[in-house]
């Protein structure tokens, strides 16, 4: 197959830093598929598929209606991700469920049922995981953190998982980026990252997408089962 026509689906493509995964990856000779609740910008991906990350019964019929039309998926990147700043003696088992259901279970799924389409075309194949620092070293908005954490494990554990089949898996976690949800992190939270911060700002969209593409790119085919900390020096 050659690259040009290989189909890589990005999950969350209508955010920031979704768009600039998209862009990273047409520049590889990628064909870039979009999922998420919108539609991307115009030019950013090839065609978009719009479906709620929660609603499992809905994304197993979208990813088997993307294999239909678009072909199977050589290239995952699982970005999408529930964020919403609340204190944690003011969180609610709603909340916890729609970010585990989001940036977790929905990430697992993603995991199986395309690499189920990589085993059957035979090709094998990439995924990348986004995650986040706040995974590693924990974070204000707890329900967050422990999903990125899942996020993490769940990638060393498939590392080992899909290896057989061929298909490379790695994860990126990054800390601030200079994106919409840096305005939401809560009271204080972007200027204590940016304080402690070596090099004393954020990433912006691009430097994350271009480790990403780095990752899903023949150039990293020896990576497998990793997490690259995109921090700073944090």
Do not use: W
Not at 111 to 136: K, L, T, Y
Not at 185 to 199: I, K, N
Request: charged share 15%; net charge neutral; glycine share 10%.
């Amino acid at each position: 197959m050659t690259q040009q026509n290989r189909i890589a689906l990005v999950t969350g493509s209508a955010g920031e830093l979704g768009a600039a995964i998209a862009t990273a990856l047409k520049k590889q000779g990628l064909r870039v598929v979009g999922l998420d609740l919108k539609a991307s910008a115009p030019g950013t991906t090839e065609r978009d598929y719009l479906c709620d990350l929660s609603d499992f019964n809905k994304l197993g019929d979208t990813l088997e209606q993307i294999c239909r039309e678009m072909g199977p998926v050589s290239v995952l990147v699982n970005n999408a991700a529930y964020y919403k700043h609340t204190p944690f003696f003011e969180l609610s088992v709603e909340q916890i469920q729609m970010t585990l259901a989001v940036n977790v279970t929905a990430v697992m799924y993603l995991c199986q049922q395309v690499a189920r389409q990589m085993i059957e075309a035979g090709n094998g194949g990439v995924i990348v995981n986004v995650a986040s620092i706040a995974g590693r070293n924990g974070s204000s908005q707890a329900d967050y953190g422990a999903s990125k954490a899942g996020v993490i494990n769940l990638t060393a554990t498939l590392g080992r998982v899909l290896a057989e089949h061929n298909i490379r898996i790695n994860a990126v976690a990054p800390a601030l980026i200079a994106t919409g949800m840096g305005q939401r992190l809560g009271p204080g939270v972007q200027e204590r990252f940016l304080q402690a911060t070596p090099l004393k700002r954020a990433a912006s969209p691009e430097e994350i997408a271009n480790v990403i593409a780095f990752l899903a790119s023949a150039d990293a085919s020896y990576v497998n089962g990793t997490t690259i900390d995109i921090h700073g020096g944090l």
